[in-house]
């Protein structure tokens, strides 16, 4: 079945007594038992609720994987995920990952007695090197948020076979419509369902989607006792969202590779980050791996000084943290989602005073391009029906080869 079909359709459970087409909230803490030592298997919302579970259900469709277990939000899937560790154990983890998966990691777990050395996962002799005796575990983000950096995923999921280690991947950026990482060898899957699973900036939800069921059972019971549960009414607007993440990843993808493409030729853009371009380092990879290039991107302004400048400068394209929703959001890693990191590592891996990340959304290019016209203040050297007509040659290019 096409993908573009199973997410209007994964998870949908039939009421059978009003023959509901959408999946009904159950805005239930709890349940009535037939009698004593009896159950419906429904005892309490903590462990299990119907509206959740057609979520998850979705979900774990798309991904192929054994099961899916909804969270509280993206870091609570995240935290739920590093609690399988215990001290003195060790992971290696993608460098230039999300800020505050960082800072879990070094301000919650690290001092748990939980270890973990950073490293290039783009390159999996570079994990081989960083490998200890105590590690247990591969921690991977691809593509990265913000440099949009692909790991190698068949490397690492050959060398975590060789080592007996867990790989896990946050595949957020490319949800499972352009990426299954259980397919390729990952153990678990993350996604921050409040970007694209979800698609509309209207709810914070976490999921992990599990590849075993040992690793399935040892999830639901940490999310029991922890008690990160997503409750009923964001797990239906995630399972109503889901449903129009194909087309909302289609319309959203064009659009940042036909501004890629412009910004790219923009003279106040100093370098831009994204795997869909053809000069990107990870084009090739992306092709060969993935079946689409996302609908994130980063950019360098020569200028770093004017990063401030155009954020108010810009009208239609709002300054905001988060990403993933139907309307384009800009902003400033180095003083919002990567603020807490030590300075000296944000310059080393990049994300410096002048680097911008832009959430592509499904307005149309021309206006998004105007914004940023009048931000940059100035025009590309490049047409938008240009950039456009690279845009649709790539796209047409990777459904060629998708048949």
């Not at 352009?178 to 209207?202: E, M």
């Not at 999921?207 to 922890?226: Q, W, Y």
């Not at 990160?228 to 969202?241: F, K, S």
Request: aromatic share 6%; with cysteine.
């Amino acid at each position: 079945m096409h993908p573009a079909t199973r997410v209007v359709h994964a998870g949908v459970r039939r009421d059978p007594r009003t023959g509901s087409v959408a999946v009904p909230i159950y805005q239930t803490a709890t349940y009535e038992h037939p009698g004593p030592g009896q159950t419906t298997g429904w005892d309490y919302s903590r462990l299990h609720n119907p509206t959740r579970e057609a979520f998850e259900e979705a979900v774990n469709g798309l991904e192929d994987g054994f099961a899916a277990l909804a969270f509280a939000s993206g870091m609570a899937a995240v935290t739920a995920v590093l609690h399988l560790f215990r001290p003195g154990d060790h992971l290696v983890v993608t460098e230039d990952l999300y800020g505050h998966t960082w800072r879990v990691l070094d301000e919650l777990f690290r001092h748990l007695g939980i270890g973990y050395s950073l490293a290039d996962t783009t390159d999996a002799a570079a994990v081989a090197e960083a490998l200890t005796p105590a590690t247990r575990a591969v921690l991977v983000e691809s593509p990265t948020n913000p440099l949009m950096r692909v790991a190698d995923l068949d490397g690492l999921a050959a060398l975590c076979r060789r080592q007996r280690l867990w790989l896990l991947v946050d595949s957020t950026l490319f949800t499972p419509l352009f990426q299954r990482p259980l397919t390729r060898g990952a153990d678990v899957v993350i996604h921050s369902a409040s970007k694209y699973l979800a698609g509309h900036n209207d709810l914070v939800a976490g999921v992990a989607v599990a590849g075993t069921p040992a690793l399935a059972d040892e999830l639901a019971s940490l999310r029991t006792i922890t008690g990160g549960i997503l409750g009923p009414h964001d797990a239906w607007l995630a399972v109503r969202g889901l449903k129009t993440l194909a087309l909302r990843m289609a319309q959203a993808q064009q659009n940042a590779l036909t501004l890629a493409h412009w910004l790219e030729a923009h003279p106040a853009v100093a370098a831009v980050y994204y795997p869909g371009l053809p000069s990107s380092p990870f084009f090739r990879r992306c092709r060969q791996q993935a079946e689409g290039f996302g609908a994130m991107l980063s950019f360098r302004l020569r200028d770093t000084g004017r990063a401030g400048d155009v954020l108010r400068r810009l009208q239609l394209i709002l300054f905001a943290e988060s990403f993933g929703g139907v309307e384009s959001l800009i902003t400033h890693p180095a003083s919002t989602t990567h603020r807490e990191m030590p300075a000296a590592l944000r310059e080393r891996l990049g994300i410096d005073a002048g680097l911008l990340r832009l959430s592509v959304g499904i307005e149309a290019a021309d206006d998004l391009a105007a914004d940023l016209e009048q931000a940059l203040q100035g025009p590309s050297a490049l047409s938008l029906a240009e950039a456009r007509a690279r845009a649709e040659a790539i796209l047409a290019g990777r459904a060629r080869q998708e048949a």
